[in-house]
Every structure is written in structure tokens, then in C-alpha cells.
T-cell receptor, first 111, second 114 residues
């Protein structure tokens, strides 16, 4: 079945450092979404990428969708303490309704 | 705007007991789904539905039943609870159209099975 892996599992950074998490799917995805979950909270939608090679930016966050639509990345520039949380990618293969989540990357930012 | 409402927030069960986790959404979303979240395992899809009367299995369906009699409600049933079902459960819903498949999550149910 479809599997979605994320690396790293954990990342500790000093405030102001950059952070990147990578997402890899075993199957080609129809689209990719990214979510953020604060400690004790529920996942909250950040962005959706649909096109092969697509790049989108939200302030300090940059999202990329790979050319083969099997991988994606999230890069945060100059992290802040408000960036703390777990970041998940999620996607479904074309023709299916199974929205599979990645294993997540837990980010801690040290002030 | 309530969004996705899950009840209860916390529940403790004994092995073998049954219970239903409730999920309701008021956004007229076609797609509804249940996930469980365990440490280091991310969110795993249990069951999902693309409309009233239509349900299907996700990655980890064993031990769980669902039904979708209305667009708004998607309850998750544990017929005979086991300690392995101790987890945090999230319900999520969305429209199902290209470019608008943003999942809205409920606040979660923390379930402990003793």
C-alpha cells in the first residue's frame, strides 16, 4: 500500500536557524498537503501543492513538490519559537480517496 | 461556525467494552475520515467516507466500524476495545474537488483502554 515517509523525525534548532523537512511517497501523488500540529492540538492545514515542480511561499515558509510528484519539502527560514510543532505532509494517489499522512517531523526551537 | 465537532474529548474503557466516538461537521463536506495518532507513528487512516452511504477502509481498519447515514455525521465504533486501541483519535472532513481538498480536523478524542 501507499506509504509516506518524512525525515528527519525530530529536529532541534536555535532560534534564527533554518529548518527543512522532507517527504517521500512510495506512489505518485495527485497532490500534496502540509499540516502543522502544535503540542496538544490538532493538525491545521498550511498549504496544498498540485502541479509537478510547484513551489509556493508563505512568508518564511517555502514548499516544493517534486517533478515526479512523489516527494516534497518544507523549508522554514529563520525559525521562531512560534514555529514549534510537528509538521506533516499528506497526499493521495490519483483515483483513490485514501489521504495518507507522513510520519511527521517534530520541530523544537531553542530561544 | 462549529467546524468539526468530536465527542467525547477523553474516555477510559476496560478491555472488551464497546463505545462510539462521535464526529459531526457543519460545512457540507462530502469527505470524512478517522485517523489515530500514536507516538512516532504519525496519523494513520482508519476509515473514510466520500458521501452518505459510502464508506471504505483505510490503513488500519481492524477493530473499528463506521457508517455514514447523513452528510454531517460519521461515528466510529469500537466493538470490543483492546489495549492496542489506546490512542488519540481525530476526525477530519473536506470537500472533495481538485484544489479544495483541505482537511479540517476535530479537536481529538484521547482514548485509554485498560
Amino acid at each position: 500500500g501507499q506509504q509516506v515517509m518524512q525525515i528527519p523525525q525530530y529536529q532541534h534548532v536555535q532560534e534564527g536557524e533554518d529548518f527543512t523537512t522532507y517527504c517521500n511517497s512510495s506512489t505518485t501523488l495527485s497532490n500534496i498537503q502540509w499540516y502543522k500540529q502544535r503540542p496538544g492540538g490538532h493538525p491545521v492545514f498550511l498549504i496544498q501543492l498540485v502541479k509537478s515542480g510547484e513551489v509556493k511561499k508563505q512568508k518564511r515558509l517555502t514548499f516544493q513538490f517534486g517533478e515526479a510528484k512523489k516527494n516534497s519539502s518544507l523549508h522554514i527560514t529563520a525559525t521562531q519559537t512560534t514555529d514549534v510543532g510537528t509538521y506533516f505532509c499528506a497526499g493521495h494517489a490519483s483515483g483513490t480517496y485514501k489521504y495518507i499522512f507522513g510520519t511527521g517531523t517534530r520541530l523544537k526551537v531553542l530561544a | 461556525n462549529a467546524g468539526v465537532t468530536q465527542t467525547p474529548k477523553f474516555q477510559v474503557l476496560k478491555t472488551g467494552q464497546s463505545m462510539t466516538l462521535q464526529c459531526a461537521q457543519d460545512m457540507n463536506h462530502e469527505y470524512m475520515s478517522w485517523y489515530r495518532q500514536d507516538p512516532g507513528m504519525g496519523l494513520r487512516l482508519i476509515h473514510y467516507s466520500v458521501g452518505a452511504g459510502i464508506t471504505d477502509q483505510g490503513e488500519v481498519p481492524n477493530g473499528y466500524n463506521v457508517s455514514r447515514s447523513t452528510t454531517e455525521d460519521f461515528p466510529l465504533r469500537l466493538l470490543s476495545a483492546a489495549p492496542s486501541q489506546t490512542s488519540v483519535y481525530f476526525c477530519a472532513s473536506s470537500f472533495w474537488a481538485s484544489g479544495n481538498e483541505k482537511l479540517f480536523f476535530g479537536s481529538g478524542t484521547q482514548l485509554s483502554v485498560l
